[in-house]
C-alpha cells in the first residue's frame, strides 16, 4: 500500500496522519510528537540552506535591477510611471502578494 492510502485511512480513523498511532492535537492532522519532529526537520533544514538562500535572494536582486524589473514581482518596470524606482506600480501598493 503506498503512503497515501495509509494517510487517509489513518485521517478517517482520527489517528495521526503521519504515525497513526496517537490522536491528533485539536484541529490539526498529526500528534504533538510528529509535529514536533517535523519542526525540528524544518529548523535543520532552513539552518542548513539560510546561507543559499540569502545568496540566492540577492542574486536575483541585483539581475532585476540590471535588467529594469520590478525587485519585487519581477514584471517590467513602466518607462513613465515607474521611473527612478525599484517596483512597480502594484508592489509599491500592495496589490501582489509577497513570494513567501
Given at each position: 500500500m503506498t503512503r497515501k492510502i495509509f494517510r487517509d485511512k489513518f485521517i478517517a480513523d482520527g489517528k495521526c496522519a503521519?504515525?497513526?498511532s496517537r490522536e491528533p492535537i485539536k484541529r490539526n492532522?498529526?500528534?504533538g510528537l510528529c509535529m514536533l519532529k517535523d519542526r525540528e526537520k524544518g529548523r535543520k533544514w532552513y539552518k542548513?540552506?539560510?546561507?543559499k538562500k540569502k545568496k540566492?535572494?540577492?542574486n536575483e536582486y541585483y539581475?532585476?535591477?540590471?535588467?529594469n524589473r520590478c525587485i519585487g514581482c519581477?514584471?517590467?518596470?513602466?518607462p513613465e510611471?515607474?521611473?527612478g524606482r525599484v517596483s512597480c506600480i502594484n508592489c509599491r501598493e500592495g496589490l501582489?502578494?509577497?513570494n513567501y
Open positions: 503521519n504515525c497513526g492532522l498529526y500528534c542548513k540552506n539560510k546561507e540566492y535572494a540577492l539581475i532585476r535591477m540590471e535588467t519581477g514584471t517590467p518596470l513602466h510611471a515607474d521611473a501582489y502578494a509577497t
